[in-house]
């Protein structure tokens, strides 16, 4: 190595360093907005009361850790689809009513709503789970692995908790424990709810009319009587080891909505196609109009959003060009405003390429769930509270995701924060661990206790900071 090899290698890294700060400072300003705590909560939840009850809080949840072994193991093994969930609600009101709370079952169908009153004034808080599981079949061999069949649209299915909402359930069971053993002590109320059909029911299609889950429960009641001052919420992933938790200010999770498009043709011979209407060629052109709405018309600079047709039928011979193809798919955005661009153009482009052959095509978009986005203040809040939870190298900003959760309609109530608990084995990868939704995705129970841990001290944190304010 020469001289100046050495310089130009001293120069390299010194760049790759730079660049490297630079990249964690933008991920920061993106992604974490590099909010602070504010002072007064940030004392509150530092004083001696605080640390009392966060001791306490780590005890009882040590103590009920086999128990919630136990819950999560049997709800695996007892799974249920959207709006069919009785078993599971059972054992949770039962459960409720057994620690002394005012408890509600049947809310949009069957959820279970629990208020926990604490021994002094102070807010509302409301830790949500969801009860539902997949038409999925269970590949992994678990002597309490899933060999249940339910009804999914008229159809038999194999079901299989594949979503890891078995571990919410359990982890608000024990959530509910734990803070019910420290009742007296707690200055405000914790509204319990578990809903039912977070991946949709499995009694009806979505139509645009029918409503259910989250959105079914608000439309109920349940963030009023008494009125939730701040909701938290969190998702086990197989993106992350046991017990790592994730989250991120803003937009953190897509809103989902599906589209029909009908092009209408006029059916004729396959050999003589200049005396008809071709719906099928038309349907080809807007499948490719389609994808410049991402790729040329959005403002990605802003937001990712993603537009995909998922199916697409039509025609039944080869030789009859037939009058009718229907598509289906899916838009996922961040940002309301671009969705509601993107539905617009949605409609603009397959339209207008259908009218320049002669067809007609019908659009028509139903928004399933909105976009999950946390309110930065309330991040910069409760931030501390999960770093101390998680301890120190095991937390960090979560992506954005292309996923979807209903838990954005009780975002839309009162101020949410919706988090992410890793529960990929520690001697796996998560970057190859089997998806939520496979048939052999795998959920290490040794997270759970960090799940119940950070929601009973998010409740209890979020209180003591109001006690202050
Ligand atoms: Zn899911
Ligand atoms: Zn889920």
């Excluded at 079952?105 to 830790?127: D, E, R, W």
């Excluded at 019910?180 to 509204?191: E, F, R, T």
Aim: contains cysteine; hydrophobic residues 40%.
């Amino acid at each position: 190595m020469t001289q100046s090899d050495r310089k130009s290698s001293r120069k390299h890294k010194a760049i790759q360093r730079a660049a490297l700060a630079a990249f964690t400072t933008l991920a920061l300003a993106a992604g974490a907005q590099a909010q602070q705590a504010p002072q007064a909560a940030l004392a509150a939840i530092q004083s001696a009361q605080a640390q009392t009850l966060h001791a306490q809080i780590d005890q009882r949840a040590k103590a009920i850790e086999q128990q919630l072994i136990a819950w999560r193991r049997d709800i695996h093994q007892h799974p249920e689809l959207g709006n069919l969930e009785t078993r599971t609600a059972a054992l949770v009101a039962e459960h409720l009513r057994k620690l002394g709370m005012e408890v509600k079952t049947g809310v949009a169908v069957t959820g279970v709503v629990g208020l926990l009153k604490g021994g002094k004034p102070g807010p509302v808080v409301a830790l949500r789970a969801d009860m539902d599981a997949l038409p999925v079949k269970e590949q992994n061999e678990l002597p309490f692995a899933s060999k249940a069949k339910s009804q999914y649209l008229g159809k038999e299915v194999d079901v299989m908790h594949a979503c890891g909402h078995d571990t919410h359930v359990a982890m608000l069971m024990a959530t509910a424990e734990v803070l019910a053993g420290m009742k007296a002590q707690l200055p405000g109320s914790v509204k319990f709810i578990f809903q039912p059909a977070e991946e949709s029911p499995a009694t009806f299609e979505p139509d645009g009319e029918k409503i259910w889950g989250a959105k079914q429960m608000v439309k109920e009641g349940v963030m009023q009587n008494p009125k939730v001052d701040a909701v938290f919420g969190l998702h086990v992933s197989s993106a992350y080891p046991a017990g790592y938790i994730a989250w991120r200010p803003g937009p953190a999770m897509s809103s989902a909505d599906q589209f029909w498009i009908d092009v209408t043709g006029k059916q004729t011979h396959g050999a003589r196609p200049w005396s008809g209407v071709d719906p099928i060629v038309a349907s080809a052109q807007i499948i490719t109009g389609i994808q410049t709405i991402i790729s040329r018309q959005a403002n990605i600079g802003m937001e990712p959003a993603v537009v995909t047709v998922g199916a697409i039928n039509g025609g039944n011979r080869m030789n009859i060009i037939p009058d009718k193809v229907s598509m289906i798919g899916t838009i996922r955005t961040y940002d309301e405003g671009m969705k509601k661009d993107i539905h617009k153009r949605l409609a603009t482009t397959a339209e207008h390429i259908a009218e320049s052959s002669g067809a007609k095509a019908k659009v028509r978009v139903v928004e399933l769930y909105n976009a999950v986005v946390n309110p930065a203040d309330l991040v910069a809040q409760m931030g501390p509270t999960l770093e101390r939870v998680a301890g120190k190298g095991n937390y960090g900003v979560q992506p954005k995701s292309a996923a979807s959760e209903d838990f954005s309609f009780y975002q839309q109530e009162a101020p949410g924060m919706f988090f992410y608990l890793g529960v990929t084995p520690k001697d796996k990868d998560p970057n190859t661990a089997p998806n939520n939704h496979s048939p052999l995705f795998f959920a290490d129970e040794s997270s759970m206790i960090y799940g119940v841990r950070a929601l009973s001290n998010m409740a209890v944190d979020y209180m003591l900071a109001a006690q202050k304010n």
